[in-house]
Nanobody, 127 residues
Framework: QVQVVESGGGLVQPGGSLTLSCTAS????????IAWFRQAPGKERQGVFC????????YYTLDLKDRFTISRDNSKNTVYLHMNNLKPGDTARYFC????????????????????WGQGTQVTVSS
């Protein structure tokens, strides 16, 4: 079964850090770009970061680029989202997703390009 499962969310104080994990099964992670999206209550889903098959990152805003990084460990079938200097505005449910296209050149934060989604992991930034 092709699936991705997120983990690592939790409650963190402003300025803190978290690392989210996206573990893949049923497909070769090396062949697909992976993206992270987030959705806060009452808001639209927002792209956060993506990583291509050649490990090139893509990000949604410069603010996220300055605070978050993305990496993959193909031996563990896992993509990580490292989040630093977290702000209350980062509070959301975070989802990872698999690209519909194998070996896409680069990656993009357009939800329609992704066909397998996880259930998400909640990140709450609050004092």
């Amino acid at each position: 079964q092709v699936q991705v499962v997120e983990s690592g969310g939790g409650l963190v104080q402003p300025g803190g850090s978290l690392t989210l994990s996206c573990t893949a099964s049923g497909f070769d992670l090396r062949s697909y770009a992976i993206a992270w999206f987030r959705q806060a209550p009452g808001k639209e889903r927002q792209g956060v970061f993506c990583i291509s098959t050649s490990d090139a990152p893509g990000y949604y805003t410069l603010d996220l680029k300055d605070r978050f990084t993305i990496s993959r460990d193909n031996s563990k079938n896992t993509v990580y989202l490292h989040m630093n200097n977290l702000k209350p505005g980062d509070t959301a449910r975070y989802f990872c997703a698999k690209d519909v296209l194998q070996f896409r050149n680069g990656c993009a934060l357009t939800a329609d390009l992704y066909d397998v989604w996880g259930q998400g992991t909640q990140v709450t930034v609050s004092s």
